[in-house]
């Protein structure tokens, strides 16, 4: 497939699809690739069913977060909706107290997008949504449309609702457990975003994403800061790093590994140039360790896109990539290298965050470093 034909695509989608502002004091967490099932073993979402509820009804729910379920929601190419929502009721009653204060977005995945047949669905379905932050753009999306197969027979027509509705189980569907075909995907995306100026929140692939880093760019570019700080640290200062950099060490061994045996060592989607922080993904719910996700907070006042008045910089307006586990059940790395850890008061759920950055840091990097004019690029960057 000609690059082109997907930036056609694509960019028709991102104009297709409803918008909404980012308004001071809003939380948004989005979620992907829940894939519920029948409550069975063929289930994969079974193994965090306690977690999965209890911090979307505990924390996110309660605090007056906006939910954006960003797709593959309904394993809909193994199971069949009657026995899912039976299957999942108690999760379906926490969508509806979402969805009856208005705070739930449901955008539609290749694994469930029969339900756009379904005539007695409850939610507002959506194949993708624009979160603008003044007039900039974060588009969210499942992100399936970049396969050669949505592209050839155009997502949006009366072919794809038509067929895929019954639903037609397509060669990508097994795209999370491909190496090459997940790059090619995120390849796709991150090229779009870029050559549109805009970022991009994707999931589809089960990989989190952050700024464009998979987690084995981003524990090899920690484990450089690491060792760089280690030649001017103390004595004890270069015990704790050394314990750091052995446990990142293993994690980042293990997973170089992994990408050998698939034909992939590397997730960067630039050989030369900087890599430009234009693609999010919130991974997905049904990892072994928990479920990750992305989260977008912004300030309560603002003077302009991301700066709260009188508060400086620290105040604007962040994203985040968070890991939620079991109390105990979180990989060492984690535990060493999340930027904060909570424990939810009460329960056995531990909240990571493991990258955090600020709106207006990501997209004046699109800007300056996306390739296109700097006088264009500085008129649109506020501070």
Not at 293 to 309: K, R
Not at 328 to 357: D, F, N, Q
Request: hydrophobic share 40%.
């Amino acid at each position: 497939m000609r690059f082109q034909e997907f930036l056609d695509s694509f960019s028709g989608l991102v104009e297709g699809s409803p918008a909404e502002s980012l308004e001071a004091g809003a939380k948004y967490v989005i979620m992907s690739d829940l894939h519920m099932g029948d409550g069975g073993s063929r289930d994969d979402l079974v193994k965090n069913r306690a977690l999965i509820r209890g911090i979307l009804r505990e924390r996110y729910l309660e605090e007056g977060w906006i939910l954006v379920l960003a797709g593959d929601i309904e394993e809909l190419h193994k199971f069949k909706l009657p026995a899912i929502r039976r299957a999942w009721q108690p999760l379906y009653s926490v969508f509806d107290a979402f969805a009856a204060r208005g705070g739930l977005r449901k955008i539609v995945g290749n694994h469930d997008l029969s339900l756009i047949a379904e005539k007695d669905y409850p939610y507002t379905l959506i194949h993708g949504l624009s979160l603008m932050y003044g007039e900039r753009r974060l588009f969210c999306f499942h992100g399936h449309q970049a396969s050669r197969f949505f592209v050839k027979y155009n997502y949006l027509s009366d072919f794809i609702v038509r067929y895929l509705a019954k639903p037609l189980k397509i060669a990508n569907t097994s795209i999370s457990k491909d190496s090459r075909q997940r790059f090619k995907a995120e390849n796709r995306i991150y090229r779009a975003s870029k050559k549109l100026g805009i970022a991009t929140l994707a999931g589809h692939t089960h990989r989190p994403l952050f700024e464009s880093m998979s987690k084995y760019d981003s524990l090899r570019y920690t484990l450089e800061g690491l060792l760089r700080d280690y030649a001017g640290a103390e004595e004890e200062g270069r015990r704790e790093i050394a314990e750091r950099v052995d446990a990142l060490r293993r994690e980042f061994d293990g997973l170089k590994k992994k990408e050998r045996r698939n034909g992939l060592a590397r997730g960067l989607y630039e050989e030369k140039d900087f890599v430009i922080p234009c693609l999010f993904n919130p991974g997905c719910a049904t990892g072994k360790g928990g479920i990750t996700a992305i989260e977008l907070v912004l300030p309560e006042a603002q003077s302009g896109p991301g700066t709260v008045s009188g508060k400086g910089r620290d105040a604007s307006a962040s994203i985040r990539l968070v890991h939620w586990a079991e109390e105990g059940a979180s990989k060492e790395y984690l535990e060493r290298e999340a930027i904060e850890t909570e424990v939810l008061a009460g329960r056995p759920w531990i909240r990571h965050v493991l990258r955090k950055e600020n709106l207006d840091s990501v997209f004046a990097r699109i800007d300056l470093l996306g390739g296109g004019p700097v006088g264009e690029a500085l008129s649109r960057i506020a501070y």
